[in-house]
């Protein structure tokens, strides 16, 4: 089963290499590609507390090297971005119901036996 935990090098690698190549772009365009990148997969994962802290860790210290503020800005910053914070478990929670709502309506019937499964 993947863990952010066992993989949180992966994680921080490849939002430092998306840091790296993005000198171009302003702060609003690195963080959708850092939330599409972190978040990407989230609604087939079952999030624990632990794994949800740490996804939360990971999302807050990128935003905190995006707009190079501390941790108590963060608030401000995602106000202004109208960023939603993933702190909020609905966050995730509403990606995962639009993900299975999307497989139910699938052509295929496996996908939507899965799917149904799945959303119990």
Partial sequence: MWSLASNAGQVFQSFNSIYAKSSQFTEPVIQHL??????YGSEVIEWNNSELSNIVYAFDSAMCRIYNVNLKLLPTVY??????????NYYIVSRRHRFLSKCLLNSNSVIRYIAHRFDS
């Fill in 34 to 39: 850092v939330n599409a990148n972190l978040l």
């Fill in 79 to 88: 106000h202004y971005t109208e960023q939603t914070d993933i702190r909020n």
